[in-house]
């Protein structure tokens, strides 16, 4: 199994006037192709700026970061949205659909930006709905959805460009215990099945316990890196 991710002494520093604050301190670790991974840590642990740059929405002040067999740290601005774009999903706490934009036409976004044909748009759209057990609501906005049936929706879009990875950020943030299970096993089944790399932040030990592998931040390094039993569908 070949790593997606590989970053070596990993920093980030921001300068908030003269005071220096290291949000992370050289972090080291690889994530291989088809793993699911959880990230936990308190509140300035250094998760948070770890995803961000992970999902190349920031950049680090040292060390490396390839993803994919690429270099990421050093990528222009229009290089970086590149990136995002062809090779990462998102999946959000709040969701993040159009409200006024049909389940489909969200789904297609990442499509369009794409460059992707009208009639494959559709195509893709649609067979990425049916994967997250969607088929038939298309049509729906998301205020004729549940807020369970939204998240599909957002895992949808996440998946509908075939990205290398998944980055979901507190995915089951807004949602009822139950719906948050059947969250986590659809992450858990497309991971299974598709081998779909998956990296997801929570504070949750529960939420965590559906992934294989945790990673724990504090002070900006890494406190824990531990493989988990497999994770269970009947959970």
Known sequence: MSSLIKVTDLCKTYQVGEIAIQALGGVT??????????????????????????GCLD???????????????????DELARIRNQKIGFVFQGFNLLARTSALENVELPLIYSAVPARDR???ALEALQAVGLEGRGDHHPNQLSGGQQQRVAVARALV??????????????LDTRTSVEIMQLLNGLNAAQKIT?????????IAAFTRRKIVFTDGQVLEDQLLNAAREDQ
């Open 59 to 77: 950049v680090p002040t040292g060390g490396s970061y390839f993803l994919d067999g690429e270099s990421i740290e050093t990528l222009s601005r």
């Open 29 to 54: 670790l690889a994530i291989d192709t088809g793993e699911f991974v959880s990230i936990m840590g308190s509140s300035g642990s250094g998760k948070s700026t770890f995803m961000n740059i992970l």
């Open 161 to 174: 460009n075939r990205p290398a990875i998944i980055l979901a950020d507190e995915p089951t943030g807004n």
């Open 122 to 124: 559709r195509r893709m």
């Open 198 to 206: 998956i990296v997801l932040v929570t504070h949750e030990q529960d």
